[in-house]
């Protein structure tokens, strides 16, 4: 019951582990906004990509089938 109760205990807890959830929920936040950046990126080539392949005629081999399928499923992958 002497937790319930407010106490100069109780706050430095609260001291010492708010710096650490501030910490992790700046970790976070900066990793989702890389993380979005570089799918801007991979988009932009994928998209390039995916747009030439499937204006052009298809390719002639089966290794460049399986490229233009894995471009475009990875087009798809990111929402592009």
Do not use: K
């Not at 106490?7 to 010492?16: D, F, K, N, S, T």
């Not at 080539?45 to 290794?63: F, M, S």
């Not at 490229?67 to 592009?80: E, G, K, S, T, Y």
């Amino acid at each position: 019951m002497t937790f319930l109760q407010p106490g100069p205990r109780r706050w430095r807890g609260v001291a010492l582990i708010l710096p650490f959830v501030l910490v992790v929920v700046g970790l976070v936040l900066y990793v989702n906004r890389v993380q979005q950046q570089s799918e801007r990126q991979w988009c932009e080539l994928l998209t390039t990509l995916d747009e030439t392949y499937q204006a052009g005629p298809p390719p002639e081999t089966d290794r460049g089938r399986r490229i233009v399928v894995a471009i475009h499923q990875l087009r798809q992958d990111f929402a592009c």
